[in-house]
């Protein structure tokens, strides 16, 4: 692997984490006010990219709770 590929192998990586902890959190909140969601119909938009700002907060730069 390059250097390009190893960058872009990282990227990619750290957004689908990025995007589980997005999903992993919605849900929780969704099951928490009583929401019954579809994940297949639910997570699609979800499925391009993350909210805006959420990696930024949610990144795994800087300490996030658990």
Do not use: C, W
């Not at 960058?7 to 902890?21: E, F, I, P, S, Y």
């Not at 099951?31 to 993350?50: C, F, M, S």
């Amino acid at each position: 692997m390059n250097t390009n590929q190893k960058a872009r192998a990282l990227m990619l990586r750290h957004d689908r984490m990025v995007r589980n902890r997005q999903q992993s959190l919605l849900s929780r909140a969704a099951r928490e006010i009583g929401l019954d969601v579809n994940n297949t119909e639910y997570y699609e938009n979800l499925r391009a990219a993350p909210l805006s700002g959420f990696a930024a907060d949610y990144g795994r730069i800087g300490g996030s709770p658990s």
